[in-house]
């Protein structure tokens, strides 16, 4: 129980273009859901918070303009890489709490070349 | 200061070994500490979980916790070529967010 699917695995795109990376729990109801970011031989940095129904919360020196967190229901959350830079380029993994700890999406890999 | 500190390691054990990671937070508040395994380009799955001062064992795995002094440590006893990997510690902050210190890469040798 309390499985995260995130999709796609893995993605390649042109700089300047957008990506959208899905995260849905699909046998319970995610409330919060967390976003991070790895970059190679690094821990995971959390981006931001996101609450259903209402606007999310980032972390400081994360842009909100540029990492957009949309969690319109229950069991969807999504990330919207903008105008993606070489520098983008990372593994992003989502995460939602439940009762007893915390489940994780199997991550992106973003490549933006 | 970082929010959670780990030794990045590497740290090589012989098989059959115990190897012992240990973790440090700065915040007194943080009520639930966990430890994660992470191989290289997947998403981290849970080891342990502890919540209360002193030991909590799961197989080979032990979790200490120790909040007067704020460290957490995990103890692997036997361990096996598979359980190298990078290991993350993580405490729980305000609002059930989830902060990660930077990972201790264990490497078991045959």
């Known amino acids: 129980g309390a499985v995260v699917s995130q999709h796609p695995s893995r993605v390649i795109c042109k700089s300047g273009t957008s990506v959208k990376i899905e995260c849905r729990s699909l046998d319970f109801q995610a409330t919060t859901m967390f976003w991070y970011r790895q970059f190679p031989k690094q821990s995971l940095m959390l981006m931001a918070t996101s609450n259903e129904g209402s606007k999310a919360t980032y972390e400081q020196g994360v842009e909100k303009d540029k990492f957009l967190i949309n969690h319109a229901s229950l069991t969807l959350s999504t990330l919207t890489v903008t105008s993606a830079h070489p520098e983008d380029s990372s593994f992003y993994i989502c995460?939602?709490?439940?009762?007893?700890?915390?489940?994780f999406g199997s991550g992106t890999r973003l490549t933006v070349v | 200061q970082k929010e959670v500190e780990q030794n990045s390691g590497p740290l090589s054990v012989p098989e059959g070994a115990i190897a012992s990671l240990n973790c440090t937070y700065s915040d007194r508040g943080s009520q639930s500490f966990f430890w994660y395994r992470q191989y290289s380009g997947k998403s981290p799955e849970l080891i342990m979980s502890?919540?209360?001062?002193g030991d909590k064992e799961d197989g080979r795995f032990t979790a200490q916790l120790n909040k007067a002094s704020q460290y957490v440590s995990l103890l692997i006893r036997d361990s096996q070529p598979s359980d190298s990997a990078t290991y993350l510690c993580a405490v729980n902050r305000e609002g059930g967010k989830l902060i990660f210190g930077q990972g201790t890469e264990l490497s078991v040798k045959p």
């Open positions: 995460s939602a709490s439940i009762r007893y700890g915390y489940t």
């Open positions: 502890i919540y209360s001062n």
